[in-house]
């Protein structure tokens, strides 16, 4: 007669039994014997493996009964563990559907209905049947509760993510403790700024305190916002959508003229950050945003420096911003801070891009430019800021025959280009030795005439 549990002539059973009796004579070989077996030992591993592997083939599987047709998953057509609803109403298991959107797509794959947003609400109705139906048929469901997706993000974190969008829209106190908590948020983990990707209004809600009234914001409230807008834009895939949100671009040019100096200089950040894309570059300089980026730099803050420096270089780089930044007074503001030895290096770089721009090499002209770029060649150790200023002295050269004097009382009393043109950069070289060929000849047409 069988033994309560075992079925009689089940070949798993059989096979069970007879691992076991080998299990038990090894196990008396082992500890009968003085010295230790080491084949004993992996035998006895390799048995209790194929013991643990019986086990698991003889416990009942979901995927062995028939479960209800709402149980089951319309894209792996097995048993949801975790199930969430898209916008279109539409029941998924939530590792399926995220793979679905994550490939870029925006429908829902069964009405193929385009989706409002991609938030996905877990369907609880649904997961309590799921669970009952497993507890009736003897089947252990796996817990979702802690369930964490390719960002690392549970359930509460969603669900904390849409209550601090909602008190956005609320009294002035909740939207100050919201909009600190999205700043922490978004700072400390990467997966909270996905989640605003996954939202059309997400950004807007996260706004609407400062795009309701700009003539009295609370200054504290201002900041954390625009933090947190200068978090979302490090995000790569939030870059086009953070800028092409209406009100966003015009909030942070607001921000870069009042606030606090935190403020201002995370405007700018956030401003440099979203200009990694050139569609963005230009919507920003069409937004007015240089000229303040301009008086930011011309005041000169410690905190704000490096920041703006960063915006105005990568914004620059198209030739409409080069000629905007030149009309609102970049090339004076940033020949006084260079003259200021102020953040030489950088705002160097920034001079070095604006003079191929015609307006720009007359101002620096004027300015007192050659001397000053002619001293930081024979002073400066940073082998960069000398190839920039002589790519600016070059293109000086070449547009303004008044300076040319300048130019060789300094080759004559310092042999300064010279000795760029021997050691510089490789670019350096080039310049400098244009420069050299562009006197020569000048000096032998004056001989010749």
């Known amino acids: 007669m069988a033994k309560t549990g075992v ?14 009796r080998e299990l038990q004579r090894l196990v008396k070989a082992i500890l009968s014997q003085e010295e230790i077996n080491v084949d004993a030992i992996d035998k006895t591993q390799q048995i209790l493996l194929a013991l643990k592997e019986l086990k698991i083939k003889r416990s009942p599987s979901s995927l062995d009964l028939p479960f209800p047709d709402e149980f089951r998953c319309p894209l792996s057509k097995q048993l949801m563990t975790d199930p969430v609803m898209l916008a279109s109403g539409q029941t998924y298991d939530r590792p399926f559907i995220q793979k679905w959107l994550k490939a870029g797509n925006r429908t829902c794959p069964q009405t193929q209905q385009v989706l409002s947003h991609t938030i996905l609400t877990p369907n609880h109705l649904i997961r309590n049947m799921i669970s009952q139906w497993c507890k009736n048929n003897g089947i252990q469901m796996p817990d979702s509760v802690q369930y964490l997706n390719d960002e690392g993000l549970t359930e509460a974190d969603r669900d904390l993510f849409l209550s601090l969008l909602k008190k956005m829209s609320s009294t002035l106190s909740d939207q100050k403790v919201a909009a600190r908590e999205l700043r922490l948020l978004t700072k400390k983990m990467p997966s909270f700024r996905s989640l605003f990707g996954e939202s059309t209004d997400a950004i807007p809600q996260l706004v609407r305190p400062l795009s309701q009234s700009n003539s009295n914001v609370n200054p504290n409230l201002q900041e954390d916002i625009i933090t947190t807008l200068l978090n979302l834009s490090i995000h790569d895939n939030n870059k086009k959508l953070v800028a092409e949100t209406p009100k966003v671009i015009p ?16 405007a700018a950040a956030a401003l440099f950050t979203l200009s990694a894309l050139d569609s963005n570059k230009e919507l920003i300089g069409k937004s007015g945003a240089l000229k303040p980026l301009v008086e930011l730099l011309d005041e000169g803050n410690p905190v704000a420096m490096k920041d703006v420096a960063s915006a105005l270089f990568s914004l620059c780089i198209i030739q409409d911003n080069k000629a905007r930044a030149v009309r609102d007074g970049a090339v004076r503001a940033i020949l006084k801070k260079i003259m200021s030895n102020v953040h030489v290096d950088e705002l160097l770089a920034i001079l070095a891009m604006l003079s191929n721009n015609q307006k720009a090499v ?3 002209g004027d300015l007192g430019a050659v001397t000053c770029l002619l001293n930081i060649i024979r002073e400066s150790s940073c082998g960069r800021s000398k190839e920039n200023c002589i790519a600016v002295l070059y293109t ?28 510089g950069t490789a670019r350096a070289k080039r310049k400098a030795n244009g420069i050299l060929d562009r006197l020569n000849r000048a000096i032998n047409l004056t001989h010749t005439a």
């Open 362 to 364: 007359e101002e620096m």
């Open 7 to 20: 079925v009689e002539g089940d070949p798993l059973t059989v096979k069970e039994i007879e691992l076991k």
């Open 396 to 423: 000086i050269c070449y547009s303004d025959r008044t300076k040319w004097k300048t130019l060789r009382d300094e080759e004559k009393t310092y042999g300064t280009i010279s000795q760029l043109a021997q050691n």
């Open 251 to 266: 909030l942070l040019v607001e921000a870069l003229r009042s606030g606090t100096i935190e403020t201002r200089s995370n």
